[in-house]
Nanobody, 124 residues
């Protein structure tokens, strides 16, 4: 099993930036996709972005609109998401996620490993 530890959330004003990071440890396979989901209380968890094991393939939710960039450091087994031009609607708990499959995907059912979540709050 893979353990994921996410960090980097906080409070920022609209238009500001935050960088979230996720460190993976344990038995990580060669085909392991990592990504981010977010959840607002009372709503379903939704896909944000994902990256494949090599870091060459990425996928983003439509609402990202080129504001976020997901990257991966395979030497450190970490992945990060740089979030720019944040909007109040981006306020949520963000979860790092991972799963044993090849191509980045938005289907939450594919992700078997989860971080504890980090709060992102964007004020107007």
């Amino acid at each position: 099993q893979v353990k994921l530890e996410d960090s980097g959330g906080g409070l920022v004003q609209a238009g500001g930036s935050l960088r979230l990071s996720c460190a993976a440890s344990g038995r990580i396979s060669s085909g392991y996709v990592m990504g981010w989901f977010r959840q607002v209380k009372g709503r379903a968890r939704e896909f944000v972005a994902a990256i494949n094991s090599s870091g060459r393939q990425t996928m983003y939710a439509a609402f990202v609109k080129r504001r976020f960039t997901i990257t991966k450091d395979n030497e450190k087994n970490t992945q990060s998401i740089q979030m720019n031009n944040l909007e109040p609607e981006d306020t949520a708990v963000y979860y790092c996620a991972g799963g044993d499959f090849v191509d980045p995907a938005a289907d939450i059912r594919l992700y078997t490993d989860w971080g504890q979540g980090t709060q992102v709050t964007v004020s107007a």
